[in-house]
Nanobody, 122 residues
């Protein structure tokens, strides 16, 4: 079984930066894709970014590709989401997820963390 634990959320003013972390355990991730999604109140959970564990290929939603950066540290089994130039509309619960052969679609991810709240004030 895969366990994912997110951290790093919090309250930030618009224009600031946060780095989210997702510590993964429980399986080999050599063929995994690690993704970040977010869900704002009353909205669907949406794809933000993903990275292939082995090759480091990255994918981004158009809405964040110039502000967010996904990375991974294999030695720590941890995936990061660096978020810069934060906007109030970035306010959401951010989830880490793991899928094997996944891309940008929520349905392709089998394992999910509990989420971490990010709140951006104007």
């Amino acid at each position: 079984q895969v366990q994912l634990v997110e951290s790093g959320g919090g309250l930030m003013q618009a224009g600031g930066s946060l780095r989210l972390s997702c510590a993964a355990s429980g399986r080999t991730f050599s063929r995994a894709v690690m993704g970040w999604f977010r869900q704002a109140p009353g909205k669907e959970r949406e794809f933000m970014a993903a990275i292939s564990w082995s090759g480091g290929d990255t994918y981004y939603a158009d809405s964040v590709k110039d502000r967010f950066t996904i990375s991974r540290d294999k030695t720590k089994n941890t995936v990061y989401l660096q978020m810069n130039s934060l906007k109030p509309e970035d306010t959401a619960v951010y989830y880490c997820a793991v899928g094997y052969g996944a891309t940008i679609y929520r349905r392709e991810y089998a394992y999910w963390g509990q989420g971490t709240q990010v709140t951006v004030s104007s």
